[in-house]
């Protein structure tokens, strides 16, 4: 029954916070729910001066939600089969080797230039924090985040290549990004004594190879059961069963199952089988279901995100660690795409300033927060929630109001 209550007063919350917004507000969902929350909460926060009621309800629905756990095990499986539905997959065809290299290399290289830049200015600020910590915060603020980007990318007016290269980059870096948490957060937890480079390279290879092999097979066997039949209720209830079902088998499995709800989406919603599996009223209510799942999903994530200020540890160093790591992930995100932009800029034509508007428009959100969440107090949990909190806000309410304005202002237009 309390977690009935919890999910019911999250989605109320959800539902007139959402209202607010569309009818005062007016700015993209994913900024105007965060932004509303956070000062519901700093409201909260102020008239416990006076009675302690809301704010103990708001400190015990987040005391009861294992955000890490609901957002990596279960929300994030959903969202990002919903946005590769919706993917172009013949631009992200034109696009996969830039694709790729963005979110694989340039995951791996912000991963160390973020630790390493971190770890010195820690030091500065007297907070003595090991460097493999200091990687762990580059692994877990390195993946920009589809959830976050997809929605604002849809108002900023992009063009589709643009729009393609910066959401096929967030989707795939997304399970890059958690498997190259994981395997640093392995060696961490192991004092950085007896690792074998063998057993990590195995780690990664098995997480990511199985995680999209999984989602071939998975886009295989609903494209082939939707084809079969002509019922558009089941075909919707297949696709539900793909990614509760391919969740569940990934974790059994140990495999990214971020990258194989990513590949079974991208299958699923390319045209070749869209026009083979499914009727025009079956594309109609598949796209709409996931619409739905995708925008209550996120309205609730959103929500959640500016409730968690609550189990902020806000220390004076932290704080400003926060603010100086802002300028030094955006730096950071710039120069690990620089050498991949380069190398492709001619071969596809890139438009203009790609590499300020992709690092401009690499927000970060939920996972961030979530793998920070994750950490121990060992690893300095608290001091990296901070740091990451703040950059989550950042870049959400700052780097998301503003991208538009930079595309428009770089003449990165619809038109090229």
Known sequence: MDYFLIVTILVVLAAAFGYVNVRFLKLPNTIGLMLITILFTLAVIGISFFDTTLLDAERYIIGQIDF????????????????????NFDQLKVQRWPVFVFSTFGVLVSTFLVGTVMFYVLQLLGLQIDYIYCLLFGALISPTDPIAVLGILKQAGAPKK????????????????????????????????HIDPLEILELFGVEVIG?????????????????????????VIITLAAVMGGT???????????????????????????ESAMSEITETYVDKFWELIDILLNTILFVLIGMEMLVLALDGKFIVAGLLAIPIVLLCRY???????????????FVPKTNLIMTWGGLRGGISIALALGLTDLMHRDLFLVITYIIVVFSILVQGLTVGKLIKKVGATETE
């Open 248 to 274: 569940v088998i990934a974790q059994k499995l140990h495999l990214s199952a971020p990258l194989a709800m990513v590949t079974a989406g991208l299958i699923v919603g390319n045209n070749t089988v869209r």
């Open 162 to 193: 643009l729009e393609t290269k910066i959401v096929g980059e967030s989707l795939f870096n997304d399970g890059v990004g958690v498997v190259v948490f994981l395997t640093i957060y392995q060696i961490a937890s192991s004092g950085g004594g």
């Open 335 to 349: 120069a690990s795409l620089l050498i991949p932009i380069k190398f492709f800029n001619k071969r596809l034509n």
């Open 68 to 87: 890490k756990s609901v957002l990596l095990d279960s929300m994030l499986s959903f969202l990002l089969f919903a946005g590769a539905l919706h993917t």
């Open 211 to 235: 995680g999209i092999l999984l989602g071939l097979l998975l886009g295989w066997i609903s494209y082939r059961l939707m084809k079969s039949i002509n019922d558009y209720d089941i075909e």
